[in-house]
């Protein structure tokens, strides 16, 4: 359970965790060529186009990478984006060795919290007495969150207090401890939810394209906690676009 406010991650800290990520990297090359390397690869794999001052800045910490960065560099790497971005591993927060492993509950929270803080915000508060809540200021806005992390299965049930405010779903990818973040808001989506006691019940699934609500709804994937109004529900064949403002 989280007892304090994560830490805002620091450019020194990500640049000692960046070097060492691509020194461990049996692809890359060994000493001089490595920047150039991480370049290429952003490029070729993602086509993420990044100058050789940004990457010399990240190495020198003197820069940190856009949120949407991160993930991808973590894949490239084959490193742990929670480790990556925070220094602590998912299955256990307190430990530093950048280890792959499944992402526990409360890694959850902090790997939520690390990328609003890295995309300008702040966390007010990361307890209250639950593990899973947050309360962030995001684009000055103050907005309560539910952090919650999506079963491994690709169809599940997700129980929420019928109190509850919406909910940044946490969803593992097929690459081992990189994350997608969807949005699944409490009031847009209650008409398709079942109460059951005090609980508001979602049935989730998820295919090739992203996650779907009681079969039907697309939810919205956040690519960026600095531009929310640009989030959308991925194009899912049967759908048309879905595309909705998120006013986070």
């Not at 992402?103 to 300008?120: E, F, M, N, R």
């Not at 508060?125 to 999506?150: D, F, W």
């Amino acid at each position: 359970m989280i007892t304090e406010i994560p830490k805002a991650p620091k450019n020194e800290d990500f640049s000692v965790r960046l070097r060492k990520s691509i020194a461990r990297n049996l692809r890359a090359p060994q000493g001089r060529g490595q920047q150039k390397w991480l370049r290429e690869q952003l490029d070729a794999k993602f086509g993420i186009k990044v100058t050789a001052e940004g990457v010399r800045k990240w190495f020198a910490g003197e820069a940190f990478p856009r949120q949407e960065v991160v993930p991808k560099i973590a894949e490239v790497l084959e490193a742990d984006e929670m480790w990556l971005l925070t220094g602590r591993t998912p299955g256990n927060p307190s430990a530093s060795t950048g280890h792959r492993g499944a992402i526990a509950s409360d890694g959850a929270v902090t790997l939520v919290a690390a990328h609003i803080q890295l995309a300008g915000g702040t966390i007010a508060n990361a307890s209250q007495g639950s593990s899973h809540n947050l309360e962030a200021i995001i684009n000055l806005k103050h907005r309560p969150l539910t952090v919650l992390l999506a079963s491994d299965a690709l169809g599940f049930e997700l129980a929420v207090n019928e109190n509850a405010k919406d909910i940044v779903l946490v969803v593992p990818t097929t690459v081992p401890t990189i994350y997608e973040f969807y949005l699944l808001e409490i009031d847009e989506l209650r008409d398709i939810s079942r109460v059951i006691d005090d609980s508001l019940v979602f049935s989730l699934a998820r295919n090739s394209v992203g996650m779907l609500c009681a079969g039907q709804t697309p939810l919205r994937i956040i690519r960026s906690f600095a531009k929310l109004d640009e989030a959308e529900a991925p194009m899912m064949s049967g759908f048309g676009s879905a595309k909705r403002s998120v006013d986070l």
